[in-house]
Nanobody
Framework: QVQLVESGGGLVQAGGSLRLACAASGRTFSSYSIGWFRQAPGKERELAAGISRSGTRTYYADSVKGRFTISRDNAKNTVYLQINSLKPEDTAVYYC????????????????????WGQGTQVAVSS
């Protein structure tokens, strides 16, 4: 079992940056593909970025490419999401989630495969 705790959210002006962190408990952290999801008010939750078990493969939604960078440190059981050039439309609750996956270099993109979720951290971007 994995427990996930997000941190780093806050209120920033458009054009600013944030670094979110997702700290995981459990000795099998490296067995999971990790995703950063976000849910804006009135919208469905979407996968913004994902990273493979090995950290060598990443996935980004089109809306965040070039601005978001996901990385992981398996020794520290932590995944990071660097968000640059923030836009008001990035305002959402950001969740990290873990999906068990057999392959080291595959990013899980099916939301239904994510079995562990954090509580979320709010990101608000003012214009």
């Amino acid at each position: 079992q994995v427990q996930l705790v997000e941190s780093g959210g806050g209120l920033v002006q458009a054009g600013g940056s944030l670094r979110l962190a997702c700290a995981a408990s459990g000795r099998t952290f490296s067995s999971y593909s990790i995703g950063w999801f976000r849910q804006a008010p009135g919208k469905e939750r979407e996968l913004a970025a994902g990273i493979s078990r090995s950290g060598t493969r990443t996935y980004y939604a089109d809306s965040v490419k070039g601005r978001f960078t996901i990385s992981r440190d398996n020794a520290k059981n932590t995944v990071y999401l660097q968000i640059n050039s923030l836009k008001p439309e990035d305002t959402a609750v950001y969740y990290c989630a873990a999906a068990p996956i057999a392959f080291l270099a595959v990013v899980e993109t099916n939301q239904g495969q994510y079995t562990y979720w954090g509580q979320g951290t709010q990101v608000a971007v003012s214009s």
